[in-house]
């Protein structure tokens, strides 16, 4: 059942605007929908594992990375949190495929509870008949190593809060899925 309503907008429209970087993927493409290797189970997903990401021209001063990934169209009052992934190293360019099960972090990173109730990826799971949902990955550069005080247990909100006041720039990218 489509819930009729008008298309939320893009998260980073309302925050202080900052530098772009690259972001790519071998595996997902800005403005294309996704396979189902990158969908929850719920929603007839096959692998539901975390794509493949690469990052460039980021800040010289970066001492640190997160990613995330949002999904501003969920019928939610605050969209629906898919991924997050804070602590990365500055020298963290690349995350394989599948990097959202935690397994192959770099020392001192780890995922923060999405919105799925887990610390990993959690794949994209729209209604069925609602119109493509935007899947917003971001990797943000971060003027700290570590986000102090923020742990495993924070929520996204925590994480958001957290990464306005210390992000020097972003790189993004919006692959889309409908059901």
Known sequence: MALERPQAPDPYDH?????????????????????????APMAGGESDHSPQLRWSGFPEETKGF???????????HSGFWH???????ASTTEL??????????????????NDFGERAWGGAAPPEGDPPHRYV??????DVETLEGVTEDATPAIVGFNLAFHTLARGVMRPLFAA
């Open 66 to 76: 997160a990613v995330t990934c949002f999904d501003p169209d969920a019928p939610t």
């Open 137 to 142: 990955f971001a990797v943000h550069a971060l």
């Open 96 to 113: 394989a495929s599948g990097a959202g099960s935690g397994g192959e972090l770099p020392a001192g990173a780890f995922h923060v509870r």
């Open 15 to 39: 925050l202080p605007s900052k530098p772009e970087f690259t972001l790519e993927s071998d595996e997902v493409t800005d403005g294309e929908l996704m396979d189902k290797s990158f969908i």
């Open 83 to 89: 991924w997050v992934l804070i602590n990365l190293p």
